[in-house]
Nanobody, 127 residues
Framework: QVQLVESGGGLVQAGDSLRLSCAASGLTFSSYHMAWFRQAPGKEREFVATMNWSGDSIVYADSVNGRFTIARNNAKNTVHLQMNSLSPEDTAVYYC????????????????????WGQGTQVTVSS
């Protein structure tokens, strides 16, 4: 059974940093592209960042580029999202997702490309 478990969310002030983690089990983690999405209250879920299974192809949403960093540790089956310079607009539930796309450089921003999802972790940024 595949499980993705996010952690690291919380309440912070504008300008602060947070590091989210996602622990994966039940899958061959090193074969999966990994991504982070988020869903703000009253809005649709949106793409944040993705990294391919080999760690050499990364894509960020324009809204987070330069502030957020995605990283993975295939030995520990974990993926992280370092979030710096947080603003209230970053308030959302953050989801980890895994995609079994065999093509090394075919990372995707689309939700439908991802086979497995975590339950989410809440990030709240106060002004």
């Amino acid at each position: 059974q595949v499980q993705l478990v996010e952690s690291g969310g919380g309440l912070v002030q504008a300008g602060d940093s947070l590091r989210l983690s996602c622990a994966a089990s039940g899958l061959t983690f090193s074969s999966y592209h990994m991504a982070w999405f988020r869903q703000a209250p009253g809005k649709e879920r949106e793409f944040v960042a993705t990294m391919n299974w080999s760690g050499d192809s990364i894509v960020y949403a324009d809204s987070v580029n330069g502030r957020f960093t995605i990283a993975r540790n295939n030995a520990k089956n974990t993926v992280h999202l370092q979030m710096n310079s947080l603003s209230p607009e970053d308030t959302a539930v953050y989801y980890c997702a895994a995609s079994q796309n065999g093509a090394r450089y075919s990372v995707s921003r689309r939700e439908t490309a991802y086979n497995y999802w975590g339950q989410g972790t809440q990030v709240t940024v106060s002004s």
